[in-house]
């Protein structure tokens, strides 16, 4: 939101299991002049599908335009409008708020459970050379449709470089006993980074 503060929802709309993730993100600025049923302080996560509106922070759903909220909270009315509604839509209405934070630039989720569970768990692991002063990091963004589970195993699978990729600097298979590989540092940035090369004489 405006805050720089990070809401994530469980990627399923209750009312057609549409991925909520294919939406829209509306900013408190622009909810206020919304139909929401209520004026939401934190962002609203909006399906693309039906309209249906989530706030980012607790799941509750904040706005149906095909329908107009229940003053008891026990449902919405029949009636077919997009004006604003008193109260509520009804908890069957309302999604999952996933905790989430943000350390060192990386965004962390907890599925588990609700914020109280989250909070028992231990931190995220840190990397300290992040904190390091001078320590410059490149953040990069790459959408995968694969789980995270198989994206892990395949940076950390060096072998698959030189073939999959055909890039000289995975080969490691290249050296013998008569032609070892050769392996050297190379200091960058005034001392402040490096870089490893190879060669096979």
């Known amino acids: 939101d405006d805050e720089e503060v990070i809401h994530a929802l469980l990627d399923r709309c209750p009312h057609k299991s549409a991925s909520l993730s294919e939406g829209r993100v509306i900013l408190p600025s622009c909810s206020k002049n919304s139909n929401a049923s209520e004026e939401s302080t934190t962002a609203r996560f909006q399906c693309a599908y039906h ?24 449902g919405s009315s029949s009636t077919r409008s997009s004006s604003q509604g008193p109260a509520s839509y009804g908890r069957r209405a309302d999604t999952t708020a996933v905790p989430a934070m943000v350390q060192q630039g990386i965004i962390w989720l907890f599925p588990g459970g609700n914020l ?6 231990p931190p995220p692991p840190r990397v300290p050379e992040l904190d390091l002063p001078g320590y410059r ?19 950390l ?44 004489d």
Request: proline residues 6%.
């Open 51 to 74: 309209g249906w509106s989530f706030d980012g922070e607790s799941g509750k759903c904040l706005q149906i335009p095909q329908v107009v909220a229940s003053e008891g909270g026990g």
């Open 116 to 121: 109280e569970k989250a909070l028992l768990c």
């Open 157 to 200: 699978d060096p072998d698959h470089g030189l073939f999959a990729h055909q890039a000289t600097p995975f080969d490691m298979y290249s050296a013998s006993k008569d032609n070892p590989m050769t392996v050297w540092e190379e200091s960058t940035h005034d001392g402040r980074g490096y870089t490893l090369k190879s060669s096979v």
């Open 137 to 155: 990091m490149v953040p990069a963004i790459r959408d995968f449709p694969l789980d995270w589970a198989i994206l892990l195993e395949n940076i």
